[in-house]
């Protein structure tokens, strides 16, 4: 509260200035342990996480020691834990702390989520960079940024500064290298910064029609098979190492398309590591779920899953997904809310529209309301839906109770999806107050009593 007053009267270059000196004053107190280690930032709207979690899978099968922190978990030597911080990027101190014990642990990696909000906060400061990906970019966090273009701007910084400060690891240069997704729409400006390796992915045989493609290595994926249990793709390398890479066939334990582009921008990161194909293949082969990301936590006589899926274009890859996967006459029930403290108003009118598009049974829900009322926030989400049908579409504030009646809703071979939190650990609420929840949990419980 103090906080939000003192922005409205201090400048903001005061407020900056405060940022930057927090950085490298943290950088200097744990001795710039991001200098003995090779750094990778993840960045972009969706998917930052799980991009982690598969490139640190790789390399640990590759037989590197890797420490890494996401908006879902966090790893240090062979301690890996839930984040329940409720923050993507950790404060200053804190990071370097943990980039300081990722090292005295073994690491020679250190994957970091670094997001817009995190960079504008000048929490990437400090911490040296050697890899930088762009998994793809959508409207999100747009008020707090002030606009699309400040939100797109904050993310390029990471790659602007990316060949800066080359480092020595053993007596050996460690080459920097951007890495992105060539099919958003956003791509070229990530890759216009130097590096001295570039890669890119593709679904869609490069759909933008980029200018200078010069120097990337170009991985894309062929076809492709989805269900709801794996997905299964073909690769090939353009500008890169084809003899080795060239329809080279891969198969993760992940569903929907989206996931397909997770793994190449792990498997690119792995390419520019020297790591093996056949590594690639059998690290994502082992890899069953992501901790809250289209993870089954009920799988008979119907199914539930929770997601975290937030913005409007996450959420409809996720219904996407589920919806093409239904057998016969089975149906989607959703539950979904949105977040309150004003983020993103713009989008709440917009999920409900997709829930009415994609999903049998709509519950709308509280999620995270902070200062907001519930109430209004799910009025606003059933504001978007257009056929606002009695029987198919409830609005319910208490997030158990939603959940239950989804679960008593669902007959044999339906799918619930319960979406918004993940794997977090808690719903925000006035004043910042934190209230324990846990999706799965609360999804274990209910379901014992049907």
Known sequence: MLKSILKKIIPKKIFDFYYQSLALL?????????????????????????????????????GYQCGWATTFNFKVGSKEWINKTKMTMLGRFTLQKMLK????????????????EGIIQSRHLGINYDVAVFTNLSPEHIESHGGFDKYRQAKQKLFQNLTKKHKKINGKQV?????????????????????????????????????????????????????????????SAQGGPASGWLNSKFRINLAGEFNVYNALAAICVAMSQGVSLEIC???????????????????????VIVDYAHTPESLEQVYKTLKNSLIGDSKLICVLGAAGGGRDKWKRPK?????????????????????????????????????????????????????????????????????????????????NTKIFWDDKEVVKEEFKKI
């Not at 959940?403 to 993940?422: P, R």
């Open 281 to 303: 293949q059998k690290a994502l082969e082992e890899i069953n779920s992501m901790p809250g990301r289209m993870e089954k936590i009920i799988t008979h006589p119907f199914e």
């Open 351 to 431: 999920l409900g529209e997709l829930a009415e598009k994609y999903c049998d049974h709509i519950i709308i829900t509280n999620e995270d309301p902070y200062n907001e009322n519930p109430k209004k926030i799910i009025d606003e989400i059933f504001f978007g839906i257009k056929n606002k049908n009695q029987d198919k579409i409830f609005k319910i504030i208490d997030r158990r109770e939603a959940i239950k009646k989804a679960l008593s809703l669902a007959q044999e071979k339906d799918v619930v999806v319960i979406t918004g939190k993940g794997c977090e650990q808690c719903i925000m609420g006035l004043n």
């Open 26 to 62: 943290a950088a200097f107190f744990y001795n710039q342990p991001s200098q003995k280690m090779i750094v990778i930032g993840i960045t972009g709207t969706a998917g930052k996480s799980t991009v982690v979690n598969l490139v640190g899978r790789i390399l640990e099968k590759a």
């Open 175 to 235: 080459k920097k290298v951007i890495i992105a997704n060539l099919d958003d729409e956003n791509v070229e400006h990530f890759l216009k910064f130097s590096a001295d390796e570039k890669y890119g992915y593709t679904i869609k045989n490069l759909e933008y029609r980029i200018k200078n493609l010069e120097g990337v290595k170009i991985i894309k994926a062929e076809n492709i098979c989805l269900d709801l249990n794996n997905s299964r793709f073909q690769i």
């Open 101 to 116: 014990q990722m090292l005295a642990a073994g690491s020679k990696y250190a994957i970091i989520e670094t997001s817009s």
